[in-house]
């Protein structure tokens, strides 16, 4: 699980026109209404994955899929010192200050 403050981006390595996937995601939480986000070769997408379901279907071509996905704490909405409940330990953070 991940805190509401952050915001995933997801990025395809491979042309999704070689894989005939994509990556699905519902317009806002519990919406069940899922399009896929279009990226293409060299384009990012970001989206609330925290909150909003999210999936790739099954790659069925003869072709690797391969995509880059990492999450970033938006300020003010991240919480440095939230932790998901249940779990021993948790990621370790860093701050990037630009």
Same mark, same amino acid.
């Given at each position: 699980?991940h805190q509401d403050g952050e915001l995933n981006f997801?990025?395809?390595?491979?042309?999704? #026109?070689?894989?005939?996937?994509? +990556?699905? @995601?519902?317009? !806002?939480?519990? =919406? /069940?209404?899922?399009?896929?986000?279009?990226? &293409?070769?060299? /384009?990012?997408?970001?989206?609330?994955?925290s909150s909003c379901k999210h999936f790739a279907p099954?790659? @069925? !071509? #003869? #072709?690797?899929?391969? !995509?880059?996905?990492?999450? *970033?704490? *938006? /300020?003010?909405?991240?919480?440095?010192?939230?932790?998901?409940?249940?779990? =021993? !330990?948790?990621?370790?953070? =860093? &701050? *990037?200050? +630009?």
């Amino acid at each position: 699980g991940h805190q509401d403050g952050e915001l995933n981006f997801w990025m395809p390595l491979t042309d999704p #026109n070689m894989t005939k996937t994509d +990556l699905f @995601c519902e317009s !806002s939480p519990g =919406k /069940e209404d899922y399009e896929p986000l279009g990226a &293409q070769l060299g /384009e990012a997408v970001a989206f609330h994955g925290s909150s909003c379901k999210h999936f790739a279907p099954p790659n @069925c !071509s #003869n #072709n690797t899929r391969v !995509s880059l996905d990492f999450r *970033v704490g *938006v /300020e003010p909405f991240f919480d440095p010192k939230w932790k998901m409940f249940g779990t =021993k !330990s948790d990621h370790t953070r =860093k &701050q *990037v200050v +630009l």
